[in-house]
Nanobody, 124 residues
Framework: QVQLVESGGGSVQAGGSLRLSCAVS????????LGWFRQAPGKEREGVAA???????SYADSVKGRFTISKANAKNTLYLQMNSAKPEDTAMYYC??????????????????WGQGTQVTVSS
């Protein structure tokens, strides 16, 4: 069982920065994927960024060059640094984990564990 708790959401003006954190409960899986997803009102959930246990990273085209995903293994924490925020980044952000062993993360179709989400609002 993996538990995920997001924090760090809030309101920011366009062009500003925000850092999201996701505390991940301890687990002993060797191969895993951790990711950030978002869902805006009336829209489908979309993947934002992902990182696997080998450190391979992927980003959605819409956030490349602006967002950075990272993990602090010693702290069991996943981060999403959001820079140059845009109003279209407004959404509920979720962190997720997959421990099926599938890698890279782009091949994961069903993530097994989800956090409760944290709201990000970017005003113009």
């Amino acid at each position: 069982q993996v538990q995920l708790v997001e924090s760090g959401g809030g309101s920011v003006q366009a062009g500003g920065s925000l850092r999201l954190s996701c505390a991940v409960s301890r687990y002993t899986y060797s191969n895993y994927c951790l990711g950030w997803f978002r869902q805006a009102p009336g829209k489908e959930r979309e993947g934002v960024a992902a990182i696997d246990s080998d450190g391979s990273i992927s980003y959605a085209d819409s956030v490349k060059g602006r967002f950075t995903i990272s993990k602090a293994n010693a702290k069991n924490t996943l981060y999403l640094q959001m820079n140059s925020a845009k109003p279209e980044d407004t959404a509920m952000y979720y962190c997720a984990a997959d421990v099926s062993g599938l890698m890279p993360c782009s091949v994961v179709s069903s993530w097994g564990y989800w956090g409760q989400g944290t709201q990000v609002t970017v005003s113009s």
